[in-house]
């Protein structure tokens, strides 16, 4: 069996997330509750809050429990000083901006 990289692991799980994320959105902004009471009676629009918060809690557990240790791991056997002695200190955070780029390019 072949090993997978931790670090691409996190980064489609997080892209994955992400995606059903924006799909419930979408959903939320063209069919929005007015009140409370609403979602209540209708267990469709209470579904999409629960996704939201559901899927925004798997996103923050899957970057601190996976795409964190990952990527520093990453950084920590990189060759010559590692990427981040090469490109600055903020240069570890491009690996967590790069899938989520695409995102706010269709926003």
Do not use: Y
Not at 53 to 72: E, I, N, Y
Not at 74 to 94: D, I, Y
């Amino acid at each position: 069996m072949t090993q997978v990289d931790p670090l691409v692991t996190a980064i489609w799980e997080g892209g994955r997330h992400l995606a059903v994320l924006e799909q419930a959105l979408g959903d939320w902004q063209t069919a929005p509750a007015a009140h409370l009471a609403e979602l209540d009676a209708d267990a469709d629009k209470l579904r999409l809050p629960d996704q939201l918060l559901f899927r925004f809690t798997k996103l923050q557990d899957a970057m601190g429990a996976r795409l964190v240790p990952a990527a520093l791991a990453a950084q920590k056997h990189a060759k010559n000083g590692g990427f981040v002695a090469r490109s600055g200190p903020f240069a570890l955070f491009a690996c967590f901006v790069a899938p989520f780029q695409g995102a706010a390019a269709r926003a």
